[in-house]
């Protein structure tokens, strides 16, 4: 291999490529290319239009998604859907019309987009599941512009109760030799950030019917899934300006210290314990509560009501109370 600069030699062919196998003889030289040279453009070249067609892929079938979600939401709203929520789930009565309207539409676009899928043994998931699923995972996202709502959510998992992650089971065995389960502890519901909320339709149906208690499993990981589109969870989800970010961070800041010491010396709580686990489990936890006990929380911790009011665009402490 010959490094050339500003040689006195003569090339018998035009002068070589950069990076070109150059054999010289007296004052004349010969170049070739390597095979290196000859397929590496040919490997960048195929990389690029695989990278292409990926993308190109990607796109189309969100285009489908958003053209399929729109579809679904200008469809009628079946009579007989409004009457099982207005059963299964209470709170669906309370929810002021201008409200309800746009919350149905939302919840058309949100079942034709998602996948629900049966899990650990449970046979089906039927109607009355995707419903009870779609109407309060949509009530957190009732007037956002985007069709499909929770456009980076693909599916949901239903477990007939609670369920466990088979990575993180272990097998021990007891004195008479019989293996049992140990491990992480049983879970109601689970928000990942790859595109999937796990939950347990046992949870899901006793959280929609007692809308009293604070206690809301699908609201708790949908609102984990906004928490997730800004990021990692950290409590902090997608706000609009930096202003908004800043008044948020103060109010839940100044609510969470005050919280975690009530958690810490068991006083009377409004926010279930579990929200003293960390900032994102707080959110959860408070969003749960602005929903089914909203008055106690606007009276605990006004500053979080004010936030979570303008954040959902709802206030719920307005609203009538249940008529059975």
């Known amino acids: 291999m010959v490094v050339w600069t500003a040689c006195r030699v003569k090339f018998d062919e035009p002068l070589p490529p950069k990076g070109a196998e150059v054999t010289c003889v007296d004052t004349t030289c010969k170049w070739g290319v390597s095979a290196e040279m000859t397929f590496g453009p040919i490997v960048l070249l195929v990389a690029a239009i695989l990278i292409f067609l990926g993308l190109a892929v990607w796109l189309g079938a969100r285009i489908r998604r958003k053209r ?13 859907w409004d009457r099982l929520l207005g059963s299964a789930f209470p709170l669906y009565r ?10 149905r539409r939302q919840m058309l676009a949100f079942m034709a987009d998602k996948n629900f899928e049966a899990c650990g043994g ?42 466990r992650h088979s990575a993180d089971l272990q097998f021990a065995a007891d004195d008479e030799g019989v293996l049992l389960e140990e491990g992480s502890s049983p879970m109601l519901g689970e928000s990942w950030d790859s595109g999937s909320v796990v939950l347990s339709w046992e949870s899901v149906r006793r959280g929609g019917s007692n809308v009293e208690d604070g206690m809301n499993v699908v609201i708790h990981e949908f609102a984990h899934q906004l928490d997730q589109e800004a990021g990692s ?60 006990k909203a008055r106690q929380l606007r009276e605990s911790y006004p500053e979080v009501y004010e936030q979570l009011a303008h954040f959902y665009r709802l206030d719920p402490a307005e609203w009538r109370r249940i008529v059975t």
């Open 122 to 163: 449970l046979e089906e998931v039927s109607d009355e599941m995707k419903l009870l699923v779609a109407v309060q995972a949509c009530l957190l996202v009732w007037d956002d512009p985007r069709v499909p709502p929770y456009p980076e959510l693909r599916s949901i998992l239903f477990y007939p109760s609670t369920f």
């Open 68 to 80: 399929t979600a729109r579809a679904a939401a200008t469809q009628e709203f079946p009579a007989k």
């Open 94 to 103: 309370r929810i002021p019309t201008e409200v309800r309207d746009p919350l």
């Open 233 to 292: 969870a950290d409590g902090l989800p997608r706000l609009r300006t930096v202003a908004e970010h800043r008044e948020w961070a103060e109010a839940f800041g100044a609510a969470w210290e005050k919280f975690t010491a009530r958690v810490h010396h068991r006083r009377d709580l409004v926010l279930d314990p579990y929200g003293a686990t960390n900032p994102a489990e707080f959110f959860a936890v408070a969003s749960e509560t602005f929903f089914e």
